[in-house]
């Protein structure tokens, strides 16, 4: 990735969670069958766990009436913590990753999934970050980065960089999640990277700049 300007005085970074820092796809496709099983409701958790991004709701809605959407959900993530966490590990390079954030200042995690469930996978994988920002998704997650003052977001979804142009911040994007080089660049990504290690690199010239 082509050197950036380091931003002036203490920064705050916001990284993304699924498919950007940890790998929870497994669990994801775990809870999935186990909610199918629950309900007798068919639901392809491997095709459910390649598109993540959005909140789970509208993953539900594919397999779930309307009426039912709300109620599927939060069993989703009730039986989340149990199933899913032992099966999620950590992405390459992302403890190295938040250590070059924290040293330009705070470390933010702003997630579209819930609060606690995102604590859960901070706790239990020693992810260095100074908050989470649960629940926020696209829109939410702008405005986020702009009460926080943030500079950058790191994520791996188009959502993500819409976010990142929303609160008119640098908007990197990694390919380790579902969308490609291409869609994130068509969604505004100031830089595209296919690992974190790229971006630990991006985040230390910050520093030594």
Known sequence: MPPVTRPGGSSAIGFDLDMTLIDSRPGIAATYDRLAAETGVRIDSSLAASRLGPPVEQEIAHWFPAEQVE????????????IALPLIS?????HEALAAAAELGRVLLITAKNARNAHLHVERLGLAVDEVCGDAWRDQKAVVLRERSAVAYIGDHVHDMDAARGAEVLGIGVTTGPCTTAELRAAGADHVVGSLGEVTEALAGWVAG
């Open 71 to 82: 109620a599927m959900a939060d069993r989703y993530r009730a039986l989340y913590p149990d």
């Open 90 to 94: 950590v992405l390459p390079g992302a």
